[in-house]
């Protein structure tokens, strides 16, 4: 199996209900499956970074694990913890302004500027043996390319996180 990391859009109205209620983020991630046909979830709302997430991760800031929060820290710290323990930890809630300032931030980067910082990945970054060859950086800015596109067509969006 392994840590994989999926990322939720939510309204401004299921935001505040995670907010005040675990058992509405329980019971709405349950009924949004990547792996169920049957499922609720809506792909244009979502998007599963998978196993390359701390890749990514590492990629926006330049960091194994950040100490403290900061907007492009997103994928392992900040927000608000809300419903269960999902396997790493409860999932993390953004407020559709701290999303904002995500965005803002997550724009600037560019395709030279992330391959350049990815040259040399420390030892602990999760699946860093996918950047042995071209087309695995090409598939991490793809992932980059996709959460930047998710953003920006869901503009107003809280963001929930999820490490499972």
């Known amino acids: 199996m392994g840590m994989t990391c999926d990322l939720y859009l939510l309204s401004e109205l299921e935001c505040n209900r995670a907010v005040e209620d675990d058992a509405f983020v329980d019971a709405w991630l349950e009924e949004r499956s990547w792996w169920d046909e049957d499922s609720k979830l809506d ?14 991760h590492y990629a926006l800031t ?3 694990w ?28 953004f407020s559709p302004r701290e999303v904002a300032r995500i965005v803002t931030d997550v724009s600037v980067i560019q395709h030279e500027d992330c391959r350049e910082r990815l040259q ?18 090409e598939e991490i800015w ?18 929930l996180v999820v490490v499972a």
């Open 43 to 56: 792909r244009d709302r979502s998007d599963s970074l998978d196993k390359v997430w701390h890749v990514i």
């Open 62 to 64: 330049g960091l194994a």
């Open 66 to 93: 950040p100490s403290q929060p900061s907007p492009l820290s997103f994928l392992v710290n900040g927000g608000v913890e809300c419903g269960n323990d999902q396997g790493y930890g409860s999932p993390r809630l």
């Open 120 to 137: 040399n990945v420390p030892e602990d970054i999760y699946l860093r043996s996918m950047l042995s060859d071209d087309d695995g950086f």
């Open 142 to 159: 793809g992932r980059i390319t996709d959460m930047k596109k998710l953003f920006e067509k869901n503009p107003g969006a809280g963001l």
